[in-house]
Nanobody
Framework: QLQLVESGGGLVQPGGSLRLSCAAS????????IGWFRQPPGKEREGVSC???????YYADFAKGRFTTSRDNAKNTVYLQLNSLKPEDTAVYYC????????????????WGQGTQVTVSS
């Protein structure tokens, strides 16, 4: 009943852009903060960004100035715009929700999607 589905990943050249989508099914996103996370190959999962119920946004240092998260409650979807992509951005990108706010530990996010692969390569 409750499900998040990520999409929009793919292969892109350095400097390119992608827009990732996180679509909710079975519930309304309005009442949740949505975090984006990524897991590069061979590394631990790390936070990328978060957008809260009021549409305030927060970013990891590596994401600031390049990535933008937004939400469209009418579409029950959250987005992550990836610009100026670098090879080190290569990872599986996930979305997950927090019933509280963005200022919680990674382990406090739930309803993880299946992830979408972003590959940045020449």
């Amino acid at each position: 009943q409750l499900q998040l589905v990520e999409s929009g990943g793919g292969l892109v050249q350095p400097g390119g852009s992608l827009r990732l989508s996180c679509a909710a099914s079975g519930f309304t996103l309005d009442y949740y903060a949505i975090g984006w996370f990524r897991q590069p190959p061979g590394k631990e999962r790390e936070g990328v960004s978060c957008i809260d119920k009021s549409a305030s946004t927060y970013y990891a240092d590596f994401a600031k100035g390049r990535f933008t998260t937004s939400r469209d409650n009418a579409k029950n979807t959250v987005y992550l715009q990836l610009n100026s992509l670098k090879p080190e951005d290569t990872a599986v990108y996930y979305c997950a929700l927090s019933s509280r706010n963005c200022h919680v530990a990674l382990s406090d996010f739930g309803s993880w999607g299946q992830g979408t692969q972003v590959t940045v390569s020449s």
